[in-house]
């Protein structure tokens, strides 16, 4: 099963519908023009199949017409185009929090986190089947699936097998690990263990072509808790990426700044996280604490970073309120 975005520079209607194939999925009917089709191929996203059940100007496309498009390419143009959406997300988790806060149920906050200009959505790899399927049907693209496996008790070939039939059924394709906390007294083998499972888990997963990300977390405990953890984590597998947590390495003490410089090559992926200082363990909507965020995004689209950027507010007691604070804030910070 595959999900497929729109081509770079087209988008036909308003919101473009995310069209999966696969066995036992319907078919979404998408109305765009030949030139908009014509670039999908050349980028080889679209194949046979979907393009006998893929509107063209409203009408079911035919072999004839497929043939022509490939003669003709340039005879028809995008009719109405707007500007692609910032590649900005939220965590299913928020989500189903506003719902609960708000007395809605939770295709209705997810409806207004889209509309809100939400774009895209992390979510655990555990997640209930028809919630996914509520937020593929309202357009929200696959941001980063996110997986905790405790690679610190021992292996975990079951939960990491989960996690990869996951990603094969659901068509994401970046996958976040937690991958366990180390206990008070343990020593450099128990560690060094740990280690060597991640990237053993990073290397197998990298062959299905499934990138697996570590974040800077915010428990001392962690295998990934500060630079000095990372850099051991990153030394083990050339494969593992960084899901930048901007919140968390001043949560352990690091200014942030500094550790994009360092980690500049390996991040795939981007929290953006807020606190109002170092020792308060509680997010606030982005903007609204002490993270240098306009300097850490400036950064990362100068390194040529195109990835998404997540709004990370765990904890909110007003999590529509706060959301809505943070993407007028990551909006203006993506505006150059």
């Keep these: ?52 059940r893929t509107r063209v100007k409203e009408r079911l496309m035919k072999p004839y017409q497929l043939l022509a498009m490939f003669l003709f390419p340039f005879f ?21 929090t506003a719902a609960q806060q708000e007395g809605f149920s939770f ?39 996110i997986i905790w496996i405790d690679l610190v008790a021992g292996p ?34 128990v560690r060094d263990a740990a280690v060597a499972r991640v990237a053993a888990f990073a290397d197998k997963a990298a062959a299905e072509g499934f990138p697996v990300l570590v974040e800077d977390f915010d428990n001392p405990r962690s295998l990934c808790y500060d630079t000095a953890a990372l850099d051991r984590l990153f030394a083990a597998s050339a494969k593992l990426g960084h899901a930048f947590d901007t919140g968390n390495y001043l949560y352990c003490g690091e200014d942030v700044l500094p550790a994009l410089e360092h980690f500049r ?26 993270v240098p965020v306009k300097e850490v ?22 999590m529509l309120q706060d959301a809505s604070v943070s993407i007028r804030t990551v909006r203006a910070a993506l505006t150059k």
């Design 1 to 52: 099963m595959a999900t497929l975005a729109p081509p770079h520079g087209y988008t036909c209607a308003s919101r473009w519908p995310y069209l999966r194939q696969g066995e036992g999925v319907a078919y979404r009917e998408l109305a765009v023009c030949r030139k908009c089709v014509l670039a999908e191929v050349l980028q080889g996203r679209f194949n046979l199949c979907i393009f006998a």
């Design 297 to 318: 995004v400036d950064k990362l689209l100068e390194s040529g970073y195109d990835g998404w950027f997540t709004v990370e507010q765990y904890g909110s007691a007003q």
């Design 156 to 189: 975990g070939e079951a939960e990491e097998e989960g996690a990869l039939d996951f990603m094969r059924r659901t068509g994401w394709d970046k996958l976040l690990l937690v991958p366990g906390f180390l206990p008070e007294d343990a020593g450099d083998e």
């Design 76 to 96: 028809a143009s995008c009719r109405q185009q707007v500007p692609e959406e910032p590649r900005i997300s939220i965590f299913a988790d928020h989500i189903v």
């Design 107 to 145: 295709a209705e906050a997810a409806a207004r986190f889209r509309e809100m200009g939400y774009a895209g959505v992390d979510v655990s790899t555990n997640i209930d089947p028809a919630l996914l399927q509520t937020l593929d049907s309202l357009g929200f693209a696959h941001a980063c699936a």
């Design 265 to 290: 090559d390996r991040i795939g992926h981007v929290h953006l996280k807020d606190r109002r200082a170092k020792s308060d363990a509680a997010s606030v909507p982005v903007g609204a604490g002490i």
